[in-house]
């Protein structure tokens, strides 16, 4: 070959690779991966989750976290999680990694008795890449692993699974989205897919809806209804296979927008009826929803009831026969059973009764609206007359039980749903005709309505269905604490285990409730079920919400203890909104979430000193009671070591923290009362010189924990003008104290720099002069801030971000409040004399505002920038501060408050 001719071909080579490179650029790479494309078409379940802090964060929040580190599958989830961290040398790995990307989460049947979860999770960067590639690499070199590879149509499969045990995953990179699973048939169907990329989408049917475009949306979940009967043989035996396949033919597929609040879980969507012949959809389409007006005859042991709302029940009569054998009829019957089939309406349902045992078959009860109620009871008697039934009858309060004299007369009536009644006995209670199995599970149901133990008069259950769809077409209710025999038995017994195991978690949310509401315009292409799953438990906790105004700007937690601390707002990642810590006067401690949820509650010796501090080293939560200190988690579980227990003469009066602890314990430096201070760490470790550090005066304020250029340093201003630099030691720095030249009655303001001759320290003395030192012991300004009196009291208010602050001045009943250069901002006169607290929030330039407690009427009082009251009024306020954001994203400031028993947040706009 010649010289050119090699160049050419060479050069040729290197053009097509360019190209190559521009079109896969530009026409491969920039085109965004359909991951719902991926997903196998026979997926049961498909969950999307964006957001993965704010997830986690609420599922402890709503504390089913803890339930679900109970069950066996998450808890060999949060081993390999585990297994990230030690690999990566890093806490939270898996956490960050997913930070707020788009994740897929399927559920497939892979086998007779099995299925699978396939993960689809996006790689956002090279840097990602580089994170899954060292993590592979760590667990190859980890005896305890195998890491192979393979290819698959063109795709390299990596597998990683455990040696002895061959438990493990397999994933593939597809377009820089890490395709997994532990089932290599499912990994192997998502390439299959692509071979073939016109196939329809799982989600063709919704690609048109968003949900994550809506606000607190969690997740969202889609459905294959479908599949759904495949899905449930795998945990229920046979016979009671035909009744669900029935119950899920109402739609065919369905997505749902999933949120977690407080005590439920709400799924919130819509489904797409089911177009196959026979099946419910069908049978119910055209017909009116209906609301459910038996709660006054249903038992509050009631398991789990279908309920069906529609015009007509003759609908249902004509999908599918019953049972061959309970074809025959007497002579002359089969009018008398349509007339009376012709008579019922508005609603049916079948309901199962708790059972004792799971040995013991539950009793099951088919329930029907007759408005003609006296008509009934001639056609039910003159069948008992044609197929010569006995005429006797049971009583159970003023009811009676009779048997009707035909076999399956509930699905001769209301379709093949209500089968199983092979020799059915019927009462008659108001308008309603109910049918039982046998007499024995009737009578235990009239006791129940005879006693008055029903759904109407049960606060709970009232509750709960006030949360439910008032119209629906078919609803699913399911008590999971009275359904557990009924669940048990229903199993097949290889489930059985599972279930035993995962009690807690079945029974987390006893109230479950799947509606499915009819469209409006039900005959217009398109038109679709709204689909709402509830999963609830009720609210027992110390609080109930409610709206605040009529409004909705506002909202109210009230407790059933009055409220006796200020709110404490802590700051909380990835909400918009902070939660609040309250103290009750039972010296419980309540965590309320940003969803103005109490997430749990804590019982202390007494009551709290306050500030409640958030501790950024674990992020608990740090305070004081009168002798003891507590760091909480965020579960409201005392950190190791913790409480620390103080001598007993002591009474807290402040505690202060060292700022940026690192690698150190932090310090814990503890006024007790009489001019003590006490020094510790947060390991407990007591500090000589500290245990007390004596002074001669009173403290004017908390003292400061100062860490400058390395050195602790510890500044105590006392009442008698006097200020003391202490180093970790206890001993005092060069040229302190200092005097300041009057008594003083508020804090320090601290400028913190490297050095502590740069370092400035500001206060203001009963003489109304602002003072400013330095940590050399230098006195470097003095300035009047405003005139004084005898009986003036001066402070010195920061805000809530120590960056600036502002002055007040109190005499008798009348308060003003200064910048410092001795600008008045404001002045009011109260009819009270006391002390009125004072706080100042700075939330950017034009943004500050000032609040004012009386503690005597309880009112606050809160003024903008320009010294205007907002709202022209006062807020009720029973404690002396109050909690205030501003959240940028609305423009509204929001305000938290204590009144009385009620914790109020009020959205404010102004400025």
Known sequence: MSQKLLVFLSGLLMVSALASYVYYRRSVARVPVDMWALVPDDAVFVMATRDHPTLMRHLKETQLWDNLTAVRYFQQVEENVALVDSVAGSRNVLLQFLGRKKVLTSVHVTGPAAFDVLFQVPIGSVREYRQVRTLVDGLGRDGRYRVSRRDYHGEQLIDVRERGTGHGLTYFNYRNHL??????????????????????????????????????????????YRRMPQFLRLFFRAEVGPGLALVTSLARN??????????????????????????????????????????????????LLVHLGLDKTTGLRGARRPAPAADSLAAGTAPLVDSLAAGLGQEAALCYLASPSARIRPAKLALAYCPAAGQAATWLGQLRRQTGASPGFERVGPYQIYQTGVPELPARLLGSLFNGFAAPVVTQVGGYLVFGEDATGLRQWLEDVV????????????????????????????????????????????????????????????????????????????????TQLVLRHPALGPAVARPQTANGTGSTLAFKTPLTSSPALITVAGATRPGTLVQDGRSVLHYVTPDNVVSWSDSLPGPIVEPVRQFAATGGYLFATADRLHLLDERGREAPNFPLNLPDTVQVSSLTVSPGAGATAARLLVAGGGGNLFLYDTNGTAYPGWQPKRLEFGLAAPPHYLVVGGRDVIVVPLENGYVYAFDQQGSVYPGFPISVGARLNTGTFVEKVSTLSRTRLTVVTQHGERVTFNLSGDIVSRSRVATWSRSSVFRLIPDQNQRSYVVTREEGGRLSLFEPTGRQLLTRSFVTSGMKPAQFFD????????VLTEPGPRKAYLYDNQGRLVGGQSFDSSTPRVGLVYDAAAATYQLYRVVGTELRHTALKFN
């Open 179 to 224: 395709i997994m699973s532990a089932s290599p048939a499912l990994v192997e169907a998502v390439i299959q897919r692509l071979d073939h990329p016109g196939l329809p989408s799982v989600a063709a049917d919704f690609q048109n809806t968003d949900f994550f475009q809506l606000r607190d949306v969690d997740a969202t979940l889609l459905i294959n």
């Open 843 to 850: 939330f950017g330039p034009g943004r500050r505002v000032f």
């Open 451 to 530: 006693a008055g133990e029903v759904w109407s008069r049960s606060p709970t259950q009232v509750a709960f269905l006030q949360e439910t769809q008032p119209l629906a077409r078919m609803s699913v209710f399911l008590d999971t604490r009275n359904s557990w025999n009924v669940m048990l038995r229903a199993l097949v017994e290889e489930r059985r285990a599972g279930l035993l195991r995962n009690e807690t978690l079945f029974k987390r949310f006893p109230q479950v409730a799947l509606q499915f509401v009819p469209a409006a315009n039900e005959t217009d292409a398109g038109a679709q079920y709204y």
């Open 254 to 303: 369905g997505q749902f927008e999933m949120k977690l609040a407080g005590n439920k879980v709400l799924f919130n969507g819509f489904a797409n009826p089911e177009t196959a012949r026979g099946t419910l959809h069908q049978q119910l389409r055209g017909q009116a929803a209906q609301r459910l007006r038996m709660a006054g005859v249903l038992s509050v042991r009631t398991a």
